[in-house]
């Protein structure tokens, strides 16, 4: 089975979207904790799901697994640091955007990498914006000695930023 959550305030769907709750100037010191709490609240959502998946009669609890792009990969690097109820995580492409703009994420990031305890897949295309995110969290899942994938594959597309949307290709 499938499952695809919709983001708060996405598709018209109830809630606040996230870009709403950010008041600050984006990368200003301020913006961090803002973002980290839209989120945080956002993670919620996706722990909730899970939950509410994993009780379907027709879902084995034990073989579900949680992939996102963007920030859905970054909704599962939190989930995974929450201890969220999957078995492993896909995260393309996550915080390759606001990486140089957010600290505060990046620092909420890393802490998820030590609290995770499921293997962990890391891929982005060569010219998604920043490779950064997927080294720098790769690099600390292999030093705590966590199961993990880490993947830079080619580019696909002319410029730099097109590999962040490839499920749009």
């Not at 709490?37 to 084995?60: K, N, P, Q, Y």
């Not at 199961?147 to 097109?162: L, N």
Request: hydrophobic share 45%; proline share 7%; net charge negative.
């Amino acid at each position: 089975a499938v499952f695809v959550a919709i983001r708060r305030g996405q598709n018209n769907k109830p809630g606040p979207l996230w870009e709403s709750l950010i008041t600050a100037t984006w990368g200003s010191p301020q913006m961090g904790p803002q973002l980290t709490a839209a989120l945080a609240g956002e993670c919620d959502d996706a722990v909730a799901s899970l939950t509410w998946l994993r009780a379907h009669a027709l879902i084995d609890a034990e073989r579900v697994a949680m992939i996102g792009s963007s920030y859905g990969g970054v909704m599962v690097m939190l989930a995974a640091g929450r201890r969220a109820p999957f078995r492993a995580g896909v995260s393309f492409a996550g915080l390759s955007i606001t990486w140089p703009d957010a600290p505060a994420l990046q620092t909420g990031l890393l802490d998820a990498m030590g609290a995770c305890d499921v293997p962990l897949m890391l891929i982005q295309a060569g010219d998604d914006f920043h490779l950064t995110p997927t080294y720098v969290l790769g690099a600390e899942l292999a030093r705590l000695g966590k199961p993990h994938e880490t993947r830079i594959y080619q580019t696909i597309g002319e410029q730099p930023g097109d590999g962040h949307g490839v499920f749009n290709k």
